[in-house]
T-cell receptor
Framework: KAGVTQTPRYLIKTRGQQVTLSCSPISGHRSVSWYQQTPGQGLQFLFEYFSETQRNKGNFPGRFSGRQFSNSRSEMNVSTLELGDSALYLC?????????????FGPGTRLTVT | AQTVTQSQPEMSVQEAETVTLSCTYDTSESDYYLFWYKQPPSRQMILVIRQEAYKQQNATENRFSVNFQKAAKSFSLKISDSQLGDAAMYFCAYRSKMTDKLIFGTGTRLQVFP
C-alpha cells in the first residue's frame, strides 16, 4: 500500500508570509504526528491528531497550528514566518496513537524561509 | 521532562565490521518505549528496532541489536556486519506511555567505508 505522502516536497517562502503543509497518512491510519527537524534543534514534536482532534502539542508558539480532516489527511500551518522556521517538516502516521510499533514517516517537506 | 542524549555526532565503520552507537536518556517513568530510527540521505525515517522498558531481554532485528541497561538509562545500538547501505543518520527516541510523545536525540551520523 502507498506510504505517507507529504506535499509539497520543497517550499521557499519569505519572512512574514504563511505556509500550509499537507500530509496524507497511509490508508486506514487515523493518527498523524508532525515534527520539525533542524540542524540545531534536531527533531522536535509539533503536534498529534487523531480522529480530527489534537491529542498532543509540543512547545511551539501559536504561529504553528494544524488540523485533521475526516479522511485523516492533516495540514499544518505556520503564520508570520521567521527565518528560524526553515526546517524539514516530517509527518508520521499510525493506525491509532498507541500503535507505537507501526508508526510510518513521510519523506518530509523542506521549507526555506528567506 | 524526558531527555535523550546521543553523545556521538559522527561515527565511522568499515564494511563487515561492528559498530555501537550510544544513547542515554533521562526519565522518572518506569514504563516506556525506546526506539532507534534510521534516516538515510533520502530523508525517509525508518524504524530500526524497538524496546519496551518492562522487557529485560534485549531486542534483536537481524544485524541490529540493542544493549538496554534500564538502571543506567542507557540504550545503545549495535550494528553487526556493517553494510554500505547502513550509512545514515541514526536517531535514538523515547516514547512516554503516559503522553505518547516521541522525543528524539540529536542523532549520530554513521559512515560506512568499503
Amino acid at each position: 500500500k502507498a506510504g505517507v505522502t507529504q506535499t509539497p516536497r520543497y517550499l521557499i517562502k519569505t519572512r512574514g508570509q504563511q505556509v500550509t503543509l499537507s500530509c496524507s497518512p497511509i490508508s486506514g491510519h487515523r493518527s498523524v504526528s508532525w515534527y520539525q527537524q533542524t540542524p540545531g534543534q534536531g527533531l522536535q514534536f509539533l503536534f498529534e491528531y487523531f480522529s480530527e482532534t489534537q491529542r498532543n502539542k509540543g512547545n511551539f508558539p501559536g504561529r504553528f497550528s494544524g488540523r485533521q480532516f475526516s479522511n485523516s489527511r492533516s495540514e499544518m500551518n505556520v503564520s508570520t514566518l521567521e527565518l528560524g522556521d526553515s526546517a524539514l517538516y516530517l509527518c508520521a502516521s499510525s493506525f491509532v496513537p498507541e500503535d507505537v510499533y507501526e508508526q510510518y514517516f513521510g519523506p518530509g517537506t523542506r521549507l526555506t524561509v528567506t | 521532562a524526558q531527555t535523550v542524549t546521543q553523545s556521538q555526532p559522527e561515527m565511522s565503520v568499515q564494511e563487515a565490521e561492528t559498530v555501537t552507537l550510544s544513547c542515554t536518556y533521562d526519565t522518572s517513568e518506569s514504563d516506556y518505549y525506546l526506539f532507534w530510527y534510521k534516516q538515510p540521505p533520502s530523508r525517509q525515517m525508518i524504524l530500526v528496532i524497538r524496546q519496551e522498558a518492562y522487557k529485560q531481554q534485549n531486542a534483536t532485528e537481524n544485524r541490529f541489536s540493542v544493549n538496554f541497561q534500564k538502571a543506567a538509562k542507557s540504550f545503545s545500538l549495535k550494528i553487526s556486519d556493517s553494510q554500505l547501505g547502513d550509512a545514515a543518520m541514526y536517531f535514538c527516541a523515547y516514547r512516554s506511555k503516559m503522553t505518547d510523545k516521541l522525543i528524539f536525540g540529536t542523532g549520530t551520523r554513521l559512515q560506512v567505508f568499503p
